[in-house]
């Protein structure tokens, strides 16, 4: 389990103890984007769900599940979140939305678990509020984009 921070040396899974970690300013981005039909991308973007405002409910509902990562990832610790933010982009190149949420603390530990959760969540709730009309929607590209902070230091994806 050599590199692997979340065993032991027995190999059993175990929080990691960052008490020893410098309190830092962190930050992390992750993407994620959820084609739909052209029609669905006509009634999100058009206001015309039945649901309500799709992307307001999914932002929200990403803010939600970045607060709520170290309930839901058994091994995440919980962290004081300074700012999340979620950013829904309709791309008619898709069709479909892509998201984008940023997440920033200072502590011993990134937020690239809270990042990717917000993400997620707020592609999930988009599904959620349009299955009705499109339940071939497909939910994809979900990745850490950025992490800055920490003794690891900044990574970009390419």
């Known amino acids: 389990m050599a590199g692997l921070t979340h065993f032991d040396g027995k ?7 960052v008490s020893d970690k410098d309190v830092t300013n962190r930050v992390a981005v992750a993407e ?3 084609k739909m ?8 973007t058009e206001g015309r769900a039945k649901k309500g405002d799709v ?6 509902s990403g803010i939600m599940g970045a607060k709520r990562t170290s309930e839901l990832i058994p091994l995440c610790h919980p962290l004081p979140i300074a700012k999340v933010a979620v950013e829904l982009t309709p ?10 949420a940023t ?20 592609a999930l709730t988009v599904y959620d509020m349009a299955k ?9 590209g979900l990745r850490v984009v950025l992490k800055d902070g920490g003794k690891s ?6």
């Open 103 to 122: 997440v920033k603390t200072t502590g011993q530990t990134g937020v690239e678990m809270e990042a990717l959760t917000a993400a997620s969540t707020a």
């Open 11 to 17: 190999g059993d899974a175990h929080m990691v103890d």
């Open 132 to 140: 009705a009309v499109d339940r071939a929607m497909q939910i994809g």
């Open 32 to 34: 994620a984007h959820i």
């Open 37 to 44: 039909a052209p029609e669905t991308y006509d009634i999100i």
């Open 55 to 60: 992307l307001s409910v999914a932002r929200l």
């Open 91 to 100: 791309d008619p190149d898709l069709p479909g939305i892509r998201i984008e």
């Open 153 to 158: 230091g900044r990574y970009e994806a390419t």
